[in-house]
């Protein structure tokens, strides 16, 4: 699984979560004086708390004489709410053991002493053994760990299980600090739901400056960040807690509401309840005195993140204007519209995300529950269910929001599609806000099976942007962020002054490739022939269960060639049209355009074709999903237009029968106005 998805990160973060909750168990041994041995116990721990740069850290604290590998391990949790990272392999500066600590905001003024107990053992030969047993391996290092903190039983087995020593750090060895550390706090919402809010100064930050705050927020299922040395949020789209600072930014990051260490249920963005937590933190930046105020009670606050991260940008802003700038990636417009298109259910995606919650500990509204099983098993989603999603996200507040706004959306996004970034960007333009630029990259909900572009400039984007709106800092010129920019299926970038919304003049006219091509008749059975999942190939591969969201060519289809001769681009959204006559269970037909090159499909992505199976002839009329690709030469570069009976990103068990397609018609956008861009390196 790539390292960009946004799933890939909820269940890493899950990880990170069952192998803190499981060890935080903690006996007399832990009470010991960690600089004491035992035996000939080589390992000494001696509890060193610094601060470096506003961030307190943990590192050189250990010393062993035998060489061997170490495990850290967090027994015993901050007593007063606080947090401990250890450094991850992708820190910069990554050193294994070292670690960050977050004191709860109780004890920043040395008043009060905040403690934790870190387990330093030896991994042997034994331990690794048992980790290596399918299914009992996963049960194997908490025992091993519980082990290592019993009394004379621990000793006993230290020449088999590893010797281990234990250090209890305490808060009140550095602080006070003399300028902002970071820090942790349990912030009471708008209805006395205890939200759990991370703040790191900006780079350089010393007692009584002030900076701009930017407020980084996580995925579904992943906590808000903690550790300030993290480059990025999703990684190619989103900037870090490590890079918000060096560009001179407080930043808050943050666990959604019934998510990890925040209270109440979540309720997917829900301007209600998600929206108004967002608010809270808002007025609480405005308390701090290092963060920058417009007015009293206003701040300065920009706002970054992807998907979940992203939709609660666009919610938050649309109902609180102390926002001043947003930059939401591969966010949504309408959930609806989003998971249940033509009303056919993703069920791959939608089950995905279920999973990643569950797996999480998130406590979440249980329509959702139902929600996505009935999806699942009929297809369908109920009134009471759309009634939800409907309430989740911006769709009609976003008639409120005039602020400027940078949207990052994927181009192979199975789940939250381009168009929902164009739909976003329709209704803040007719707001009369001008300041509105767009991105599409090769990521997203999916995977970049064409492999991802470099460079990207989702990342420099943002820093230009939050600077240019938050410091009044003008960008270089001739660095300006362009109005639009997106990457084609070759990797190649173009750009143009004009957004791809509905009547824009970016559009050319359109093209008619296909005009009353014949069809055939297509048998519909589940899953046999039909398209997904899509893997691709090594090194840009799609593994299970994440491959299921994507489209692949199918073997039981429909196949009219598409002429491209005289065509240089596709941009948007193609228009599909045919007849049909046919008797079954099914709903649907689906549609695709494939990369005869390649043999992928393009943008991963599959159009569910709403068709009534009554034996009657009709015509279906679609709007496909918006691709981007690029006709170098129309002998090389050219596509096949497939009509499937099923796929594995809207899977249904009960969809069977037999239809007669003809008369089909393709009309594809091509754009009017653009460049090629060469981005720096």
Known sequence: ????????????????????????????????????????????????????????????????????????????????????????????????????????????????????????????????????????????????????????????????????????????????????????????????TLISVNWFPATGLTAGQQQQTVLDGPGLATAGQTDPYQLYGISGLTPGVSQLRDAGYNVVTWDPRGEFASGGILQLDNPFFEGRDVSAIVSWVAGLSASTLNTT????????????????????????????????????????NSLYP??????????????????????????????????????????????????SGPTSLLNNLKIPVLFLQGTVDVLFTLQQAIDNAQTVLANGNTDVKMVWYCGGHGVCLTGPTSPNPNLANTITFLNEQLKGIAPPIGSEIPNFQYTDQKGNWYQSTDLPVAGSPFFGTPEQVLTNASGGVLGIVPFLGGSG????????????????????????????????????????????????????????????????????????????????????THTATVNMENIVYTVDDPNVDNLTLQITSSTTAYWSLTSYGVVNISNINLTVPTPANISPELLPT
Request: charged content about 10%; hydrophobic content about 40%.
């Open 1 to 192: 699984m790539p390292v960009d998805n946004p799933l890939a990160l909820a269940l890493a973060a899950f990880t990170r979560r069952e192998s803190a909750s499981a060890l935080t168990t903690t006996t007399a041994a832990a009470q010991t004086t960690a600089s004491l041995t035992v035996g000939s116990n080589p390992i000494i721990v001696t509890p060193t708390l610094t601060i470096s740069n506003g961030v307190i850290v943990g590192q050189s604290y250990v010393t062993d004489s035998s060489g061997s590998t170490l495990v850290y391990t967090l027994v015993s949790a901050p007593d007063k709410g606080g947090k401990v990272t250890f450094s991850a392999t992708t820190d910069p500066n990554y050193v294994k053991g070292n670690f960050v600590y977050l004191p709860d905001q109780s004890v920043l003024s040395g008043a009060t002493n905040e403690k934790f107990t870190i387990m330093v053992a030896q991994s042997t030969a034994f331990d690794q053994f048992l980790g290596n047993i399918p299914i009992l391996g996963s049960l194997a290092t908490p025992i091993i760990n519980l082990l290592h903190q019993t009394p004379i039983l621990g000793d006993l087995l230290a020449p088999v299980i590893g010797y281990s020593s234990l250090a209890t750090f305490n808060s009140n060895t550095v602080l006070p600090a003399t300028n902002p550390v970071a820090y942790t706090y349990k912030m009471p919402s708008f209805d006395g």
């Open 297 to 336: 009670g206003d701040p300065v606050v920009g706002m970054v993140g992807g998907s979940y991260g992203g939709g609660i940008q666009l919610t938050s802003a649309s109902v609180d204007p102390r926002i001043d700038a947003i930059v939401p990636g591969i966010a949504w417009n309408s959930l609806n």
């Open 342 to 391: 033509n009303d056919a259910f993703k069920t791959a995606y939608g089950s995905l995300l279920l999973l990643s919650l569950i797996t999480s500990g998130a406590r979440i509204n249980n329509q959702i529950y139902l929600g996505v099983l009935s999806g699942d098993l009929i297809g369908r989603l109920s009134e009471t269910a759309q009634a939800v999603l409907s309430s």
């Open 533 to 616: 999942p899509g893997s691709g190939t090594p090194p840009y591969q799609a593994t299970l269960p994440y491959s299921l969201g994507l489209a692949s060519k199918a073997s039981n289809a429909i196949n009219v060639a598409v002429n491209t001769t005289g065509i240089n681009q596709i941009v948007g959204s193609p228009t599909l049209s045919f007849d049909y006559q046919g008797i079954g269970t099914n709903r649907f037909v689906y549609a695709q355009l494939v990369d005869n090159k390649t043999g992928l499909v393009v943008g991963n992505l599959v159009t569910p074709v709403a068709v009534t199976m009554d034996g009657q």
